[in-house]
């Protein structure tokens, strides 16, 4: 493994790693932090403010990461990740509320130049590789920040855990400035870019992909935790949450690997078929085989598909459009996480009817997207050359 994954995509995965123990544990407790307050609403509004905000930044974000770097915008953002944490601690609604936004703005900075960066760190043939192993390392930190987190506070309860907590993306912060300044893109109409990524058709079909994972997102930080509550209890949001991040420590990588052997298109219809039998079993789930069943299917179906989806953001991008494909693919992403967390509160007393709706969702994405992949990347690249730039 180590002999395949560059240096700076090592320290951009170890950052992740400590940026992510922090901040993963303290995001799946959110709704169950304010819920236990009597303000479950709150919970909900203030992931729904983060993946908004998320969402309507990344088209600036592009300008920006391509503007000062990959580096320098990581590194910033990691400062806000640490805020977040001390302002629910507040208890106020409006510093929650600030708090969301500042870091879902900073996110949009985080995420748009770290996903760039493993591109450009990487060699062609290595891009599922490299994002498979940036991909283990940022869910071994989230999962065992995940895992951590519960244990903590059971003996610290809330406050004094959040506190802990959001201590480690600083250490994240201190990885990230190692790391070496790589940027493309110079002397390019940044503005210009940006708003023909935005109006492609054919990334805009793309991107029904990236909706639809990232739509599962929304569910995990919602109304997962919530039903693992009810069904079992709450130490168990934890312990059954951090699946989510332990799986793809083991298989990531390998997932990534086979990506680039045996192309992107059978990883992603593998994904997609374990989506929707995950999506068939947690209505179930008052029953708890059924909730674990479901958990671990769309768990893995996660493992199959994003070191896959990052590969092909590589592969269908240049030097001078990677950072503006990524931002109009993330700006899609956290869309589809927000209306997760909408549907969630709406229906959160009526599972069956979350989840007949993401099935709906997938089956629609899916019809979007499938015959795109079909021309393969080369054409893909191509077509997305003559609509971007």
């Known amino acids: 493994m180590a002999s395949k994954v560059s240096r700076d995509v090592k320290i951009v995965s170890i950052a992740f790693l ?23 609403d709150l919970g909900f509004q203030s992931l729904i403010l983060i993946y ?25 953002s990691t400062i806000f990740y640490s805020l977040y944490g ?11 509320y600030l708090g969301s936004v500042l870091i879902g703005i ?42 951590a987190l519960g244990f903590v506070i059971s003996s610290l309860m809330f406050d004094l855990s959040f506190l802990i907590f959001s201590m480690f993306p600083l250490l994240g912060l201190l990885m990230l400035l190692m790391i070496k300044d790589l940027r493309g893109g110079q002397g390019i109409n940044r503005f210009r870019l940006i708003r023909k990524s935005l109006t492609s058709i054919t990334l805009l079909r793309l991107s ?35 699946l989510f991040f ?12 086979l990506s680039d052997m045996r192309g992107r298109l059978v990883m992603i219809s593998a994904s997609y078929a374990m989506l929707i039998i995950g999506f068939a079993l947690l209505p179930m789930s008052s029953i708890p085989v059924f909730l674990v069943a479901g958990i ?42 927000v209306s997760a967390l909408i549907i969630s509160q709406i229906f959160m007393s009526d599972i069956a009817n979350i989840y007949t709706i993401s099935i709906i969702v997938t089956l629609v994405s899916v019809g979007i997207f499938l015959p795109l992949l079909r021309k393969g990347t080369e054409g893909l690249r191509e077509q997305i050359l003559r609509e971007v730039g």
């Not at 069904?231 to 059954?240: A, E, K, N, P, R």
Request: aromatic residues 14%; positive net charge.
């Open 296 to 337: 671990v299917m769309v768990a893995l179906s996660r493992v199959a598909i994003l070191p896959a989806m990052d590969a092909l953001n590589g592969d269908i991008a240049t030097g001078e459009n990677l950072e503006f494909l990524t931002a109009a693919f993330w700006m899609i992403q956290n869309i589809g996480v």
């Open 18 to 40: 400590l940026i992510f123990f922090g901040f993963g544990g303290i995001q799946q407790y959110v709704t169950v932090f304010f819920s236990g307050m009597g303000f479950v």
């Open 208 to 242: 029904a992909m990236w909706f639809s994972v990232y739509f599962v997102t929304g569910l995990i930080i919602g109304i997962i935790p919530m039903q693992i509550k009810d069904t079992m209890s709450v130490s168990y949001v934890g312990i059954l949450s951090s």
């Open 52 to 76: 908004l905000f998320f969402a309507v930044s990344e088209p600036m974000s592009a300008v920006v990461v391509s503007r000062f770097g990959a580096k320098r915008c990581m590194a910033m």
């Open 106 to 147: 900073s996110a949009s900075m985080l995420w748009t130049g770290a996903k760039s960066y493993v591109i450009r760190a990487s060699d062609r043939s290595l891009y599922g590789t490299n994002a498979g192993f940036f991909g283990a390392m940022k869910s071994l930190g989230g999962g065992s920040g995940v895992f």
């Open 86 to 96: 001390l302002l629910l601690l507040t208890k106020v609604v409006f510093l929650v």
């Open 246 to 257: 332990i799986l793809p420590v083991f298989l990531s990588y390998h997932s990534g690997r």
